[in-house]
């Protein structure tokens, strides 16, 4: 006996095919109006379930990342700061970097871009089917600090094998005087195993006296740096140009 549409879509629920329950009227309807032959209509509510599990799934991989918002390198205007190395953040958004197992440092003045071509490149390895994992420095420190006290083995397998790691705003905080030993552990559990993301508004003359440990700092920039690529980010502030933006759209409601 042939299933009704509602016992139809109670079964594909069942068998937890909702990409396919979601569209079954609207490919039966294109089947009755002969848009569509039978074949052709299946074929098309096997690709809706396709689609739908290959959303969840991306929506589970960025939602395990830590990635706070999404970022996309199209909304990016280079042309705002020509001094930036585009060239270089383009070859480094082609993700080669993370099969080759390399670091970048992005490092500059505050509000050129530095954390929102960080989260657009992780946004990109994400849906390239990377195991990301994203967090500002003064939370990766506490999150560390955690995972250790807890014994917490998962927690620091994100951290130690992520095939990228992002660790945002290095030193915008100020970190615990543990900081420096937790970040050369963590760099030298991934030297040469997975690649490393860092942004900084601190030149690195500064690292030493900011992490306590001017001894530290050399090799834990010799991991860091040894198949890494130092890019510079200098000129004008994304932050301040917004900022007079809104004062200039409140002068002319005034």
Not at 67 to 76: A, G, I, M, T, V
Not at 110 to 123: F, L, M, R, V, Y
Not at 167 to 191: C, E, N, Q, V, W
């Amino acid at each position: 006996m042939p299933m009704t549409t509602l016992e139809l879509d109670r079964a594909l629920k069942g068998l937890r095919l909702s990409g396919m329950t979601a569209t079954l009227e609207v490919r039966a309807l294109q089947v009755a109006q002969h848009e569509l032959s039978f074949i052709d209509a299946f074929g098309a509510l096997v690709q809706d379930e396709l689609d739908r599990r290959k959303s969840r799934l991306l929506e589970r991989r960025f939602a395990l990342s830590g990635l706070p918002e999404r970022k996309d390198l199209k909304d990016f205007d280079f042309s705002y700061n020509p001094r930036l190395p585009k060239r270089e953040l383009l070859q480094l958004a082609a993700l080669n970097f993370i099969d080759a197992k390399e670091n970048a440092l992005f490092i500059g003045t505050p509000g050129t871009g530095k954390s929102h071509i960080a989260k657009a490149i992780a946004q990109l390895a994400v849906a390239r089917g990377y195991t990301v994992t994203y967090r500002e420095a003064h939370t990766l420190i506490d999150d560390l600090h955690q995972a250790r006290e807890l014994n917490d083995k998962k927690q620091r397998s994100a951290f130690d094998n992520a095939d990228l790691l992002v660790i945002d705003d290095l030193f915008l905080r100020k970190l615990p005087s543990t900081a420096g030993d937790a970040l050369a552990d963590l760099l030298m559990h991934r030297y040469e195993k997975h690649a490393t993301l860092i942004t900084t508004n601190r030149p690195i003359d500064d690292w030493g006296q900011t992490l306590g440990d001017v001894v530290l700092v050399a090799p834990l920039l010799d991991r860091l740096m040894h198949h890494g690529h130092l890019l510079k980010f200098e000129g004008k502030s994304w932050r301040l140009k917004h900022a007079a933006e809104r004062l200039a759209k409140q002068n002319q409601t005034a």
